[in-house]
């Protein structure tokens, strides 16, 4: 969500929009223009805008109810295609998923209800004019469009909002692997009728159906990581051959080490006690930047993350993927016990699923770059 422009924050979450969202306001300007100038035009932008306010507040939502539940929202991006909430991480428990999923419709049909009653009962819809000409119309439009977004969202097909009822629902009865897996199916399997409509309906149902589609996909590779590395400890799969260098030492040294060893990362020891990290990614960029006389003092890194032997690794792979530290020592009495890498990790469930999942290997990239959970794919 690089190319996003922030908007302000709420509740403390960072609230963007994408820049490919100014193509809807583009479209939709011209679509008003060509319908009756720019009278019209206005009017068409006062729809997109006021309905996507009505997305922002179905992802404030769900926002509000994972924070209830003490997880952590990143941000709220607008796409053309809806909104999406980032959070930290997608609560495995049934109830919570349940309730967060449900939090976002409900304000939809809160809306509906505030203008139901403001515009004193259900307007016909058969004669409603295609774009809106005053507030009474306007306001008409965003009801309709908040009933759809409603009865859209609610489609079982995971990963969007109904999806998530549906996985919570049969998380409640078999494990949650299984649920994930099902609730992909399913929501793969609508994700490619949606496709197909969209050839009549709108090229953006299109476009929703392939982030569904590839949604469902990631969500389920992660699910199955997970359960891979449930009973696998920090200190099962760590390195525990590995040169150390001292502040003193050149950077020189990490590339001997880098040809002769394959070591990539080094540890920073000072009297048998580790005082810095140097991951590869740093000591590269010193390496290029200043040459093969920099010191390891230089660029080392004083504060950093480790894990303990006993660490789980089913519940710190997020992390250590968010972190985008490279390379984390394992720890235990303030003693460096060895290193664990992302690529060790997956090279670990690639050995564990090889047999399974022969040409389902992790995707390397994935190591690369912060991934918070995305929660929802909202129609706009
Ligand atoms: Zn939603």
Redesign the pocket.
Known sequence: MRSSFPLGRVFGIRIGVHATFVLILIWFGWLGWQHGGMNSAMWALALVLVLFTCVVL?ELG?SVAAKFFGIEVHSITLLPIGGVAAMKAIPEEPHKELIIAVA??MVNVVIVAVLVLAVGGMPGWADMPVLPGTVGELANHILLANIVLVIF?MIPAFPM?GGRVLRSMLASVIPYGSATAWATGIGQFLSVAFFVMGFWITPLLMIIAVFVFLGAESENRMVRMKDSLRDVHAGDIMMTDYAAVSPDDTLRICLDYYYRRRQEDFPVFVDGGMIGLLPRRIWQEALHRHGEKARVEDHMLRRFVSLHPDTVLASAFQDILAMNQGVYPVMEHGQMRGFITPEYVSRHLTFLQGARHRNRQFDHNDSKTERPSRF?I?LG
Do not use: I, K, V, Y
Request: negative net charge.
């Open positions: 179905h769900h976002g419709p969202n909002d929802s909202d």
